[in-house]
């Protein structure tokens, strides 16, 4: 039947138009869901093999200048107890970070133009000096000026982590009263034309979005063809706009991440913390479905809460050292296997 022609299709061909893809989601059986899952974790074997790679996550600040309606640390949230770590407390999370076997570093925040352009410049190199060769450097810092990203880069970050967040233009400008649409595209080809490896992606569940958007999502994350694909459920946070509002379900979530694997089979796709919050073993069901990253926590114990992007984070009272062996056991449990490497995309290494 036309469905199982469309399960089959997107595996051997890593393709689907996007009616074809609202097609799939609009009439998708428990059973379909399975065989999506087996077919997205038998392509992400080829690409990657068993192995899942590590980032050690520093959430550097949560203090920011933008108002998106979904998140637990836009500007307008004055319940929040705002924090900054210094130069050298971020330095001391990568020392522990190192110690603990991590070769990617993702430094994280709101945007949060106290660490300017000089500033995040000097950190990067230090890191980069300390390290050489062996550490990969990824900013997750949001918008900035083009030339700010070409000097972070010629510092030394290697990769930026910035989701598209919808690729529905009006859903997009509903969410986020502070930006603009085409700013996003603009700065995801900007990094990507500078030469950063790339990480775009969206969140699953939001308020007003249908079929067609998710749908929309891959086929734009299919053209724009990033490094890293980063897919979670939009969880309310009650100290928002849409606090009262359902959120995505792990289900959901762990088709759309099937289908970027299969779609763009190539990526890095993270088992996100929120599927990790959403359900205990959501982390594993993602590695299970296509997923072969993820992205253990750093930060600070004493500021860990105070990064609360939506409710019920998971991790807010562990160590860093918790975070490292809990990840690795649950990856293990699972059949597959860590991998300590810097862990660069195929497309990154094929293309140099
Ligand atoms: N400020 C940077 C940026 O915009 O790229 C990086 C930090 S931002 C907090 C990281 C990601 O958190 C966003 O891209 C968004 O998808 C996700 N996020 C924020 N609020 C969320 C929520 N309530 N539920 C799920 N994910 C959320």
Redesign the pocket.
């Known amino acids: 039947n036309k469905k199982h022609n469309l399960l089959e299709k997107v595996y051997q061909t890593n393709d689907l138009t996007k009616e074809e893809i609202t097609d799939l989601l609009e009439t998708i059986t428990s059973e379909d869901r399975e065989i999506l899952y087996s077919n997205a974790l038998k392509t992400k074997q080829t690409y990657y093999g068993n192995k899942v790679y590590l980032r050690g996550l520093i959430e550097f600040s949560n203090i920011?200048r933008?108002d998106?309606l979904?998140?637990?640390?836009r500007a307008s949230n004055a319940k929040v107890e705002r924090y900054r770590l210094t130069p050298g407390e971020i330095l001391a999370c990568c020392d522990k970070g190192y110690e603990l076997g991590y070769r990617t570093f993702v430094l994280?925040?709101?945007?949060d133009l106290w660490y300017t352009e000089e500033l995040l410049g000097a950190l990067i190199h230090e890191i980069k000096r300390r390290y050489y060769p062996e550490v990969a450097v990824t900013l997750?810092?949001?918008e900035r000026r083009a030339e700010t990203y070409q000097s972070l880069f010629a510092s030394g970050a290697d990769r930026f982590?910035?989701?598209h967040?919808t690729a529905s233009k009006k859903l997009y400008e509903t969410l986020h009263p502070t930006m603009r649409f085409e700013d996003r595209r603009a700065c995801l080809n900007a990094l990507k034309e500078i030469g950063y490896q790339v990480g775009a992606?969206f969140?699953v569940g939001l308020p007003g979005q249908t079929l067609a958007d998710l749908a929309e999502d891959l086929c734009y994350l299919k053209e724009l063809h990033p490094d890293m694909i980063?897919i979670?459920?939009?969880?309310?946070?009650s100290e928002?706009p849409l606090g009262a509002e359902k959120?995505g379900t792990i289900e959901d979530t762990l088709v759309m991440v099937a289908l970027a694997r299969l779609l763009i089979p190539d990526s890095l796709i993270p088992a996100t913390t929120?599927l990790g919050t959403l359900h205990p073993q959501g982390r594993e069901m993602a590695l299970k479905a296509g997923a072969n990253v993820v992205m253990p926590i750093i930060t600070p114990t004493s500021v860990r809460k105070q990064y609360a992007?939506?409710e019920n984070k998971i991790c807010g009272d562990d160590h860093p050292e918790d975070c490292r062996y809990c990840i690795e056991r649950r990856i293990q449990s699972v059949g597959f296997e860590v991998d300590l490497g810097r862990g660069d995309s195929q497309q990154f290494i094929s293309w140099g």
């Not at 979904?70 to 640390?73: A, K, Q």
């Not at 994280?108 to 945007?111: D, N, T, Y």
């Not at 979670?232 to 946070?237: A, E, K, S």
């Open positions: 920011c933008q998106c979904y998140c637990g640390i994280q925040s709101g945007e997750s810092i949001g982590l910035m989701r967040e992606g969140m980063g979670g459920p939009f969880i309310p946070h928002t959120g929120a992007l939506y």
